[in-house]
């Protein structure tokens, strides 16, 4: 969210003075991230996107999803993370869909495609300095997503600093980077150049 807030702030919010962003760990591709969480213990992440992805966009994912899917799909709209967590890990997408592919499968066609093509974070230049921290060992969102994400945004010409470390896991990985974000956000607030 701060990571998209921050390239969208100069057209969104103008009129904010924000004077600069730290993001951690972002999920700046959703195929990407879809693919990593797909199976696995944060699957129910994945199915946060598609329930987050159909409200916004108003799809109607009936055609898509068969009968748990659908059930799957009301049911985290609902629930609270940790609960989510404990009761979708280890969810095979393509064990929701009608015609047994994956999300990451249908998120590669249309309509999902040019969806999660608009979703991507790294398209506009971010106009405040911006801080990008990731561990290496993220086992929910890819390192390379972050990674990437700072390199889409230096490319743009985009104060970036990036930051990564090799914490296990993705909570775990927040922890080092603490320092470095206060430290970071206190120099913006008090006018230093991000150097």
């Known amino acids: ?41 944060y699957s129910a992440f994945a199915l946060y996107a598609v ?11 009936d055609a898509f999803l068969n009968a748990r899917g659908t059930s799957v799909i009301q049911a985290v709209t609902g629930e609270c993370v940790a609960e989510s967590i404990a009761l979708h890990a280890f969810t095979r997408s393509s064990d929701l869909t009608k015609d047994g592919r994956s999300l990451t499968e ?30 290496v060992l993220d086992d929910v969102i890819p390192y390379a997503v ?25 909570v775990g990985g927040a922890v080092p980077s603490f320092a470095k974000q206060y430290a970071f956000l206190e120099a913006r607030v008090a006018g230093l150049p991000q150097v």
Do not use: M
């Open 1 to 41: 969210a701060t990571a998209a807030a921050a390239e969208l702030a100069p057209s969104y919010a103008p009129d904010l003075d924000v004077t600069g962003a730290v993001a951690g760990a972002v999920p700046a591709d959703l195929g990407a991230v879809a693919a990593n969480l797909d199976g696995g213990l």
């Open 146 to 170: 972050g990674r990437g994400l700072a390199h889409d945004w230096c490319a743009r010409g985009a104060n970036v600093a990036f930051s990564p470390n090799i914490t296990p896991t993705h």
């Open 106 to 135: 249908l998120a590669a066609a249309e309509p999902f495609r040019s969806i999660v093509a608009e979703q991507r974070i790294g398209r506009l230049k971010p106009a405040v300095p911006v801080l990008v921290t990731h561990s």
């Open 51 to 61: 329930a987050g992805q159909s409200a916004a966009y108003g799809l109607d994912l």
